[in-house]
Nanobody, 118 residues
Framework: VQLQASGGGLVQAGGSLRLSCAAS????????VGWVRQATGKEREVVAS????????YHADSVKGRFAISKEKNKNTVHLQMNILKPEDTAVYYC????????????WGQGTQVTVSS
């Protein structure tokens, strides 16, 4: 599975951005697709994920109520709608995929930079 992330950019605090992750191949029903971010000097954080079959979602406490992950099955695409952005959301955001039950993500897209100015 090849993943292509897009939609990052520069936005003021309180603003919104929508990230998209397009998969190059038909995503199998046993996959989980997630968004993982890494800020400078900090550890990677899984901010949201969604099961391809069933659409079960997870959102980290740090983004709950502000970010929402969704999928478009017919387009093999996962979106991350980010609202009420804060400067601490500044990071490189990666789209990633793994089989359900795997502890780590096996497939990674290139990162997209999100910068939130105060």
């Amino acid at each position: 599975v090849q993943l292509q992330a897009s939609g990052g950019g520069l936005v003021q605090a309180g603003g919104s951005l929508r990230l998209s992750c397009a998969a190059s191949a038909r995503v199998l029903s046993r996959y989980v697709v997630g968004w993982v971010r890494q800020a400078t000097g900090k550890e990677r954080e899984v901010v949201a994920s969604i099961t391809w079959s069933g659409g079960i979602t997870y959102h980290a406490d740090s983004v709950k109520g502000r970010f929402a992950i969704s999928k478009e099955k017919n387009k093999n695409t996962v979106h991350l709608q980010m609202n009420i952005l804060k400067p601490e959301d500044t990071a490189v955001y990666y789209c990633a995929a793994k089989f359900r039950g795997d502890p780590t993500y096996s497939y990674w897209g290139q990162g997209t930079q999100v910068t939130v100015s105060s």
